[in-house]
């Protein structure tokens, strides 16, 4: 079974930083996309930055010229580092992955979430 391990959420004030990592491990024959979503307090699900198919990242327009995705290839891992941030950004972030196994079937997975907290 694919699992995705997050890490680095936490409390910060406005203007601060965190960085999340995201690492897939299992039966991983390719990494299709893989990225990070968000889904604050009353609100639908959302995309925050992903990586497809080897493409450049896509990031949303809230976080654009604040936040980088990163990744590392060789350890099945994205980074999500997070500058300037404001208190909308406050939200459970999950990882997200569309992963083909050995058996070249493909499935969805995600992280278990972990919360960020922008607030003085």
């Known amino acids: 079974q694919v699992q995705l391990g997050e890490s680095g959420g936490g409390l910060v004030q406005p203007g601060g930083s965190l960085r999340l990592s995201c690492a897939a491990s299992?039966?991983?024959?390719?990494?299709?996309?893989m990225g990070w979503y968000r889904q604050a307090p009353g609100k639908q699900r959302e995309l925050v930055a992903v990586?497809?198919?080897?493409?450049?990242?896509n990031h949303s327009d809230s976080v654009k010229g604040r936040f980088t995705i990163l990744r590392d290839n060789a350890k099945n891992t994205v980074y999500l580092q997070m500058n300037s941030l404001i208190p909308e950004d406050t939200a459970v972030y999950y990882c997200y992955a569309k992963v083909r196994g050995f058996s070249m079937r493909t499935g969805d997975y995600w992280g278990q979430g972990t919360q960020v907290t922008v607030s003085s």
């Open positions: 299992g039966p991983i024959f390719s990494i299709l996309t």
């Open positions: 990586f497809t198919d080897n493409g450049p990242a």
